[in-house]
C-alpha cells in the first residue's frame, strides 16, 4: 500500500477530508502513512479551494500511535541522526494542522493514543464517540513522546496535569477527556461521522480569513508578549473588516437573515 492509499483525500464543498486508511493496524503510523500526512496537511494549508479540513480515521479508529509490531520485527538499521531528522519530519503534520490558517477538526474514535493523540491535539476541535479511548501511551513503550503532544498538553492544561498523563498514561473515557478539556464535544458513537462532518462542514462554510486571523491570534499567544499580540490583533482585526465576508455579516444582521460567507 502506497502513501496516497494509506492517507485519502477527498474535496467537497470547501472540506477536505483526510482519512488514515491502515484500518486492518489500527491505523498505527508507519514511514509511509506519515509522509502521506504530512503532503495532506501541506496541500490543505496551499490549496485555495480548502476552507477547513477533518482529520480521521478508516475502520472505527482514529489512530493508536506508532506501528509498535513494526518496530519490534526491526528495520534497516540508521544512524542516531538519521532517526531524528527522520522523525522530526513525519513530526511536520502536527506543526502545519496547528499553525494552518484553516480550522481543523479530528474525528476520534475507538482510539486516540500515543502519536496519534498528539496528531489530535494539534488540531482545533475534537469530536470523540462515547467509547473512544484515550492515552498518550509513549511511557508504557519506553518511549518520551512526539508530535508535539507534550507541547500541546502543557499548552492546553498546565505541567501539572501533562506530567501526570504522560508519566502514569492512564487509560481515558472520551468523557473524562472531555472533562479535562482535552476533548471537545463527546457524542453516542452512532452519531459520531454525522457530527463531526456537520461541524467541519460548518467551518468550511464560514468567515475563512476570520478563522485564519483567529487561529494565528491564538498561536502568538503561545509564544509572544502582550504587546505583540495586541498589534497581531489590531492588524488582523482591521484586515478582517475589509472582507467581503464582513460586509455580508454585517448586511445580513440588519436584514435578520444568516450570512452567507464566501471565504473572501
Known sequence: MTADEMVLQHLDQGLLTITMNRPDRRNALNPDMTRGLVEAARRAAEDQEVRAVLLKGAGGTFCVGGDVKSMAAGRAPMSFEEKQ????RAMEVS???HQMQKPVVAQL???AAGAGLSIALSCDLRVASESCKITTAFAKVGFSGDFGGTYFLTQMLGSAKARELYLLSPLLSAKEAFGLGMVTRVVPDAEIDATAQELALSLAHGPSIAFGYIKRNINNAETMSLEACFDGEAFHHSRA?????HKEAA???VEKRKPAFRGQ
Do not use: M, P, Q, S
Open 241 to 245: 473588516g475589509e472582507t467581503d465576508d
Open 95 to 97: 506543526r502545519i494542522l
Open 109 to 111: 474514535d475507538g482510539a
Open 85 to 88: 531528522v527522520t522523525l522530526r
Open 251 to 253: 448586511k445580513a444582521f
